[in-house]
């Protein structure tokens, strides 16, 4: 290896040896490459080795998801490249508003940042970017208490007496108390929400707690 300081060292490793690679987690010799930062716990007399650490190396791009699976995303970065990066239990996802997700809540064409090992391609957090104000444009929000749930249309009664009906889609963002992400079966009626829909459409882009 090659010091910060531009020594060249030798030291002996085994199989035996303790390796931590990102995350803590245990590796074996075969785990380690060439061009990873590694900090070598080492005897000086005998230059064995008896633990190493894997530096955590991380890179960040942006760009538009294009394709999402159980275990990875497509994105298509502002550069024009498309890369497939690996997701896992590991990985963070983290929607609008700081709402923590799953990669079931990510949707193709939405813009996302991801942090991620550059040479595995394993994302380490995924962030869903904030829609500019422009981009809302053509959105309105309402808010009243849900007096009916039927087949996925919600109606809603304003302070003034009016009422509304929306429609939930499997598109729609439900956010209950705390930032928890729920489902139609936990709205209720009686409950006082917030529904942002497309303007001239019944549909519900968003419906959350109006205390969220």
């Not at 598109?171 to 209720?188: F, N, R, S």
Request: proline content about 2%.
């Amino acid at each position: 290896m090659e010091s910060e300081r531009g020594n060249r060292v030798v030291a002996v490793i085994a199989d035996i040896n303790r390796i931590e690679l990102e995350d803590d987690i245990p590796g074996y010799v075969a785990d380690l490459r060439v061009g990873l930062e590694v900090e070598i716990k080492f005897d000086p007399e005998s230059m064995a080795a008896y633990k190493i650490d894997v530096e955590e190396e991380e890179a960040e791009i942006e760009g538009v998801a294009v394709s999402i699976e159980e275990d990875a995303v497509t994105i298509d970065t502002e550069r024009g490249r498309r890369l497939t990066l690996a997701v896992s239990a590991g990985t963070t996802i983290e929607l609008e508003d700081d709402i923590p997700g799953v990669p079931a809540d990510l949707q193709v064409g939405i813009e996302i940042k991801v942090k991620l090992d550059p040479f595995t391609k394993r994302a380490f957090k995924i962030e869903v970017e904030e829609a500019d104000e422009e981009d809302s444009a053509g959105e309105e929000d309402i808010r009243g208490v849900i007096v009916s749930i039927e087949e996925g249309v919600v109606t809603v009664e304003t302070e003034d007496g009016l009422t509304n009906s929306f429609t939930v889609t499997g598109d729609t963002l439900i956010k209950l108390d705390d930032g928890v992400i729920g489902t139609l079966a936990d709205l209720q009626v009686g409950l006082e929400i917030k529904v942002r829909f497309e303007s001239g459409t019944d549909v519900a882009i968003r419906v959350e707690h109006a205390g969220c």
